[in-house]
């Protein structure tokens, strides 16, 4: 009887461990989520003041950069294009300009790709 409980419990055991190992990546968990990143098209006013908007203008704007964003403004089409490679740089953690957006992570993937496409295709502004 003993025997028979010894060998229960080291069946249990094995079975609890090889079931506990299970791994899966997100996309194939959650397809659904999974949002594709729109590289087609991307101009200043299209893409990139939208990104600068959600990440970077409340503290590069004209009004606050004074104040909060060392005096760069990132505002319109011109200052951006005279920038560019610092942003790149900023935005990609890379080189010797601060890592932006200050005290956060890196922008996402897409945001990322987006702003070196823009670049690579002359920095179009429409």
Known sequence: MKRL??????FVTILFFSASCYYDNEEALYP???TS???TNVTFA???SIMLENNCLSCHSNASASSAGN???LENYADVVAR???I???INHTGTNS???KNGGKLSACLLTQFDIWIRTGMPEN
Do not use: W
């Open 5 to 10: 409980f010894q060998l229960l419990v080291t």
């Open 99 to 101: 890592p932006m957006p």
């Open 37 to 39: 990143c729109d590289t």
């Open 71 to 73: 005096n760069i403004r």
């Open 32 to 34: 659904s989520v999974t």
């Open 88 to 90: 790149s740089n900023s």
């Open 46 to 48: 299209g893409k990139i």
């Open 84 to 86: 560019s490679a610092a």
